[in-house]
Nanobody
Framework: QVQLVESGGGLVRAGGSLRLSCKASGSVGFIRLNDINWYRQAPGKKRELVATVSAGDTIYVVSHRFTISRDNAENTVYVQMNNLEPDDTAVYYC?????WGQGTQVTVSS
């Protein structure tokens, strides 16, 4: 059993920054051997992949404004989001295999 808890969302003005955290608990081996993904879903839109960090630390990000990192000692994955834009407004979800967190709201005002 794996639990994922996101935090770090909030309201920020355009151009601002946020760092989202995804704390994973449960089977440590399972967590460390798998990719962890961040998705987002804006109202009326499909859920889209934002960033991925693999078990081997291969990284994918949807925007150069974002970075993703992984702290295996803390079983936590971070997404640093800089120069935020109103279009980044969404609920951001952490995902590992078929496990999902509850999401954290990011709202960017213009």
């Amino acid at each position: 059993q794996v639990q994922l808890v996101e935090s770090g969302g909030g309201l920020v003005r355009a151009g601002g920054s946020l760092r989202l955290s995804c704390k994973a608990s449960g089977s440590v081996g399972f967590i460390r051997l798998n990719d962890i993904n961040w998705y987002r879903q804006a109202p009326g839109k499909k859920r889209e992949l934002v960033a991925t960090v693999s078990a081997g630390d291969t990284i994918y990000v949807v925007s150069h404004r974002f970075t993703i990192s992984r702290d295996n000692a803390e079983n936590t994955v971070y997404v640093q989001m800089n120069n935020l834009e109103p279009d980044d407004t969404a609920v951001y979800y952490c995902n590992l295999k078929n496990h999902w967190g509850q999401g954290t709201q990011v709202t960017v005002s213009s």
